[in-house]
């Protein structure tokens, strides 16, 4: 089989995706509890870019295959496993294994998602991330009873799915973006509040936005002075909750006098972990209302375009150029 090997971390992005190289190796076989799949597709996301830039939470053990997600059919089985032979899944694996880069993957039942056999193949690919981690983050919105919420990073995959559960539960969203083509598309699209980070009245306009909505409650995907920026902005009792740090800078800025008497709070959301704190049942719940959803098209990832293994420099060089337009899906074609 081929796989697409990360000979070493480089901060330098480009450079790391330049060094990429596509090596033969043997198909694993699984051991107990794990599945052979045939990968289908398997999606470069943010957090794969970090992995590469070795300014990840994950590392791995080098030479790596990168990647977190996927899908594909089972192909072989470990004991234990027989009941997924044969099945159409969605996978999600962070563990000192090959990745999703690879035309075969070994990995442990626990990181599967059995699809619904009407579930597109390449929406499928980019669903183990960013639609749970959505759902995650407005399980905080339900706890918390917020009618409104406040998100940076507008524009990306995580807060359009955010965008769409708030609205089915009439919770308001005010949306933050960097580049004014950004606030223009989300305009069009029925936002009702867009700001601009460069806006020379942000700190106010927010500030005003989050006490008309009651806005209590912040996700933040950028990290950086933005974190502090937010916070300060927002009214008293307000949670910042940290899920990614696009910035690749520490959170900063953050008025101490807000946190000590303004009963401020700032948090950080993990998929995995959030993931553990829910039973088996009700998560397969969940995983089966959101493939509905895709199926009827209600929900979908943007899908800029696929590569295959021999062009896959070229292609996630072009990816690096405008990540926004959507994901690029690594396919085997």
């Not at 190289?21 to 799949?37: M, S, Y």
């Not at 009651?214 to 909750?241: C, H, K, Q, T, Y």
């Not at 996630?316 to 690594?330: A, D, E, F, P």
Request: proline share 4%.
């Amino acid at each position: 089989m081929k796989k697409i090997v990360l000979p070493a971390y480089n901060p330098n992005i480009l450079r790391a995706v330049m060094s990429l190289r596509v090596e033969e190796a043997p198909v694993p076989e699984p051991g107990d509890n794990e599945v052979l799949i045939k990968v289908y597709a398997a999606s470069c996301n943010p957090s794969d870019i970090a992995f590469m830039a070795g300014s990840y939470n994950v590392v791995k053990s080098l030479p790596a295959v990168p990647g977190f997600e996927g899908s594909g059919i089972v192909t072989e089985v470990g004991a234990g496993a027989e009941n997924y032979y044969g099945k159409k899944v969605s996978f999600f694996t962070q563990q000192d294994e090959d990745g999703s880069w690879a035309e075969y993957v070994c990995t442990k039942t626990s990181n599967l998602l059995i699809l619904d056999e009407s579930m597109d193949m390449d929406q499928a690919a980019c669903f183990a991330i960013n639609p749970f981690t959505a759902r995650g983050l407005l399980d905080i919105a339900l706890l918390q009873n917020t009618p409104a919420v406040v998100q940076n990073a507008a524009g990306s995959q995580v807060a359009s799915f955010i965008r769409k559960m708030a609205s089915e539960l009439d919770v308001s969203v005010i949306d933050i973006v960097r580049k004014e083509e950004t606030a223009q598309l989300l305009k069009k699209q029925g936002s009702k509040y867009v700001l601009l980070e460069s806006d020379p009245e942000f700190d106010k306009k927010l500030s005003e936005w989050s006490k008309k909505l009651d806005a209590r409650l912040a996700f933040d995907a950028v990290s950086g002075s933005m974190s502090g920026r937010i916070i300060n902005a927002m009214p008293e009792g307000s949670e910042l909750v940290v899920y990614g740090g696009l910035s690749n800078k520490p959170v900063t800025d953050v008025h101490p006098l807000g946190l000590i008497f303004k009963d401020k709070v700032i948090s950080g959301f993990n998929l995995g972990s959030w993931r553990q704190l829910l039973d088996d049942e009700y998560f397969e719940e969940i995983s089966r209302e959101l493939q509905q959803h895709f199926i009827a098209g209600d929900y979908q990832t943007r899908i800029q375009g696929k590569i295959n293994f021999e062009n896959v420099i070229k292609g996630l060089s072009q990816y690096l150029k405008n990540m926004s337009k959507g994901k690029v899906l690594i396919a085997n074609e």
